[in-house]
Structure formats: C-alpha cells, structure tokens
Nanobody, 115 residues
C-alpha cells in the first residue's frame, strides 16, 4: 500500500504564489509517475502536471509557464510551485502516484485564489 500526504494549500490573492508538497510512503516502486490533479466544484478532475521518473514533465495548457512540478526522489516527495495564480486555479488539488499499474491518491488540499 502507498500513502500520499499533501500540504501547502491555502488562500492567496490573484497574482500570488503557493507551493504544494506531497510525500509518499509505504511500498514504493522505483519506476513511477507522480502528478498533480485538481477538481473545482461542478467540474471533472483534471491533470495539472505530471513528472514520470526519468522522463520529462508535461503540463496542462492552462498552467504552462506559471506552474512547475518537481520531485525529490531521496525524499519521495513531489512539489508543485504555482505562480501568477488566477481565480480559475481555485480547486482541490490531489497528488497522484502511478506504479505497478495502480493509481494512488492523496486526500487533497484546497487552493483558493481570491481577493
């Protein structure tokens, strides 16, 4: 079993920044994908950014140039640096890990962008 614990969400003004973290623990496999998804009220969950082990990152068009995903394999942690935040970025952000054909999810962290 794999556990994912997110942190770093909160309330921020438009144009501000937040950094989300997700620490993985449990039965971790070296080859894996880490990703951030988000879900706003009344909308489907969408992929925000993805960082496979040993491969390049990819981003949703709506966050390119503003968000950066990174990982620290020694700490089994993935980060999402979010800059120039907009009200439409408000959502619950979920950490995701994919390994051995199984998806694991964190509990989610709320990000609210409002003045």
């Amino acid at each position: 079993q794999v556990q994912l614990v997110e942190s770093g969400g909160g309330l921020v003004q438009p144009g501000g920044s937040l950094r989300l973290s997700c620490a993985a623990s449990g039965r971790l496999f070296k080859i894996n994908d880490m990703a951030w998804y988000r879900q706003a009220p009344g909308k489907q969950r969408e992929l925000v950014a993805r960082i496979p082990s040993g491969a390049s990152t990819n981003y949703a068009d709506s966050v390119k140039g503003r968000f950066t995903i990174s990982r620290d394999n020694a700490k089994n942690t993935v980060y999402l640096q979010m800059n120039s935040l907009k009200p439409e970025d408000s959502a619950v952000y979920y950490c995701n890990r994919y390994q051995l054909a199984t998806h694991y999810w964190g509990q989610g962290t709320q990000v609210t962008v409002s003045s």
